[in-house]
């Protein structure tokens, strides 16, 4: 399997809903990423996950709340979320830490549109 | 600061043309460069890193430190090259991708 997938492909929440993002990846890989992107934008770093421990949050607001249970799937918490974080929310991973990590694997994203 | 420059928003070619896509950074270190590309409806993949110097679907890009620059090129455009490019660094090899801004190109028929 060489493919990041990522659940669910649309997500519409209210701003006192909680949900989740998921994302996983069974080609070992033990970087993990978050991204968040508006629409004709580059990507933004949101989050790095190396073997399973937090090693880059970007000034995330504490309203994204990231996990990684295993070091083949990742999760994006999210809760009390405002309008402007509408966007395509995209994980990618990459090869062990170290190794080539801008050679990054993404995901085709969850669309979260926050009303 | 580290930082990635693609001038250009949007570049219209004919099909056939040659194309060339600039990329400028930005970066006090030894860089590690990509190309990514986002085709319609389809997820943000690799095209290129420079380290590996290959070419891939027609296209390639050299590093030139002196001029600080990662153009992307191809000798002839085609109409299935019609889709966003992102330069990226990664600095440090940490994995934190600084990506452009982008250039939508159109090759047109």
């Known amino acids: 399997d060489t493919e990041v997938t990522q659940t669910p492909k649309h997500l519409v929440m209210g701003m006192t809903n909680k949900k989740s993002l998921k994302c996983e990846q069974h080609?070992?890989?033990?970087?993990m990423y978050w991204y968040k992107q508006k629409a004709k934008k580059p990507p933004e770093l949101m989050f790095v996950y190396s073997y399973e421990k937090l090693s880059i949050n970007e000034s995330v607001p504490s309203r994204f709340s990231p996990e990684c249970p295993n070091s083949s799937l990742l999760n994006l918490h999210l809760h009390a979320l405002q309008p402007e974080d509408s966007a395509l929310y995209l994980c990618?991973?990459?090869?062990?830490?170290?190794?080539?990590?801008?050679?990054?694997?993404f995901g085709p994203g969850t669309r979260l549109t926050v009303t | 600061a580290q930082r990635v420059t693609q001038p250009e928003k949007l570049l219209s070619v004919f099909k056939g043309a040659p194309v060339e896509l600039k990329c400028n950074y930005s970066?006090?270190?030894?860089?590690?460069l990509f190309w990514y590309v986002q085709y319609s409806r389809q997820r943000l993949q690799l095209l290129l890193r420079?380290?590996s110097r290959e070419s891939i679907k027609g296209f390639t890009a050299d590093l030139n430190k002196g001029e600080t620059s990662f153009h992307l090129k191809k000798p002839f455009a085609q109409e299935e090259d019609s889709a966003m490019y992102y330069c990226?660094?990664?600095?440090?090899?940490?994995?934190?991708?600084?990506f452009g801004q982008g250039t939508t190109l159109q090759v047109k028929p």
């Open positions: 990618a991973s990459s090869n062990q830490p170290g190794q080539g990590l801008g050679e990054q694997y």
């Open positions: 990226a660094l990664d600095s440090s090899n940490t994995g934190k991708l600084i």
């Open positions: 420079h380290i």
């Open positions: 080609m070992g890989h033990r970087a």
């Open positions: 970066y006090s270190g030894s860089p590690e």
